[in-house]
């Protein structure tokens, strides 16, 4: 049974239960028809590490989606790039840059912590303000930022010193990349400065080799609250381990007991209790749930202390070789198998045995996701082997 009430407690909601919830909020269940902008927002960002992930997860959520759609936010800075949750790098509004990165700064403050080693003797105060001088004055890849930070601490590991500067700044990728069909290498700048926010007082006026005066501490991280909210509205319902494994951050129940009478409370089958939004959609657990083709690191599989409502515990592991990520495929809702667009051809490796009407569906997906964002380009699907044996 995926949903019962008993005497002792809460409703109990099985994995299928589960499931088809969080697909009713990820879009996953029905298309919608959101456009992009709402679409990124509603779902806190999209996991970007690559820059096509986005544009395939868009594609398999909204009805009437088109990339040069995601392309236009972004080449008119509605949408940026920029390490977010989890330390990852993510296409966020505008909005949400100045919201998210605030939220998760504690965690790259702690990341610091990780290159303590390579540096020794480094002023971070002054390394902030040099790369913002360096940034704002020009967009600056990372060797470039590696050259210019080795030349002010030589005894400093180089590759520390970049990743202390993303650690200390919201540095947001800067088009053409992350463009479809166009990209680039990868150059950075503020998000103040490329989004037109003032930046901080007391910032330094002079050569960015004699920083005048120390980056004025970061403001207190924000609330958490509001994002609670949002976070259950777009991945719940959901535990506090959750939301902190979705955002990388840890000490969060104190917002859920704040926001306890505005919530709602359920149990999973092995005790831990959910929250979620009262009128939040909770479909029946036998709801159809057609297949579709997700990105490597949708946020769907990685948004859940317990991954169990989208991956089956025997699937555990298998989207994934070493350090390469697989595009996933999703049928009833679970992950079934993973595929890849090569030449022409969508390959798709299921998992096990599907049935004929669900390969004629998974055909079908394959055929319409290749259609929407390669349109014009002839694409078969064929059933073969995606993972290197």
């Known amino acids: 049974m995926t949903r019962k009430t008993t005497s002792a407690g809460p409703p109990v909601l099985g994995a299928r239960a589960l499931n088809r919830a969080t697909l009713a909020r990820q879009l996953l269940l029905r298309r919608s028809e959101m456009g992009a902008r709402d679409a990124v927002g509603h779902l806190l960002g999209l996991q970007a590490q690559n820059v096509k992930p986005p544009y395939y997860a ?14 236009r936010l972004m080449s008119e800075r509605e949408a940026v790039r920029i390490v977010t949750l989890r330390s990852t790098i993510h296409t966020h509004t505008a909005e949400d840059c100045f919201t998210l990165r605030p939220l998760v700064q504690p965690a790259r403050d702690r990341e610091l912590g990780q290159f ?16 913002r001088e ?12 590696r050259e210019a930070l080795t030349a002010r601490w030589p005894d400093a590991d180089p590759q520390a010193l970049a990743l202390a500067a993303r650690c200390r700044l919201p540095l947001v990728q800067v088009t053409p990349r992350g463009l479809w069909g166009r990209s680039g290498q990868v150059a950075l700048t503020t998000a103040d400065h490329w989004l037109g926010r003032p ?5 330094a006026t002079t050569e960015p080799q004699t920083p005048a005066m120390p980056e004025p501490p970061a403001p207190k991280a924000p609330a958490p609250d509001a994002t609670v909210l949002r976070y259950l509205a777009a991945f719940g319902p959901a535990s506090v381990k959750d939301m902190q494994t979705w955002a990388g951050l840890t000490r969060l129940r104190d917002a859920f007991e704040r926001l306890r009478p ?21 479909p029946d657990p036998d709801t159809p749930a057609p297949p579709r083709f997700l990105p490597e690191y949708d946020n769907l599989l990685l948004s859940h202390a317990d991954r ?19 595009r996933t495929l999703l049928v009833d809702g679970f992950l079934a198998g993973v595929w890849k667009p090569d030449a022409g051809v969508v390959v798709v490796e299921p998992f ?7 390969r004629d569906q998974v055909a079908e997906e394959g055929l319409r996701t ?9 694409y078969d699907v064929r059933f073969g082997t995606v993972v290197p044996r």
Do not use: C, Y
């Open 370 to 378: 290749m259609a929407v964002l390669h349109p014009g380009e002839p």
């Open 134 to 145: 360096l940034v704002e004055a020009e967009p600056r890849t990372m060797a470039q930022l």
């Open 58 to 71: 868009l594609a398999a959520r909204l009805d009437g989606f088109a990339p040069e759609e995601l392309s």
């Open 308 to 326: 169990s409502r989208v991956i089956p515990p025997e699937h555990w592991g298998r989207s994934r070789l070493g350090n390469q990520a697989f």
């Open 262 to 282: 505005r919530l709602v409370t359920f149990h999973d089958e092995n005790g831990t209790e959910l929250f979620d939004l009262p009128e939040a959609p909770r």
């Open 116 to 131: 303590r080693r390579g540096l020794a003797g480094v002023d971070l105060g002054l390394l902030t303000v040099l790369v």
């Open 352 to 358: 096990g045995k599907l049935t004929a009407a669900q």
């Open 199 to 203: 930046a901080p007082a007391g910032k």
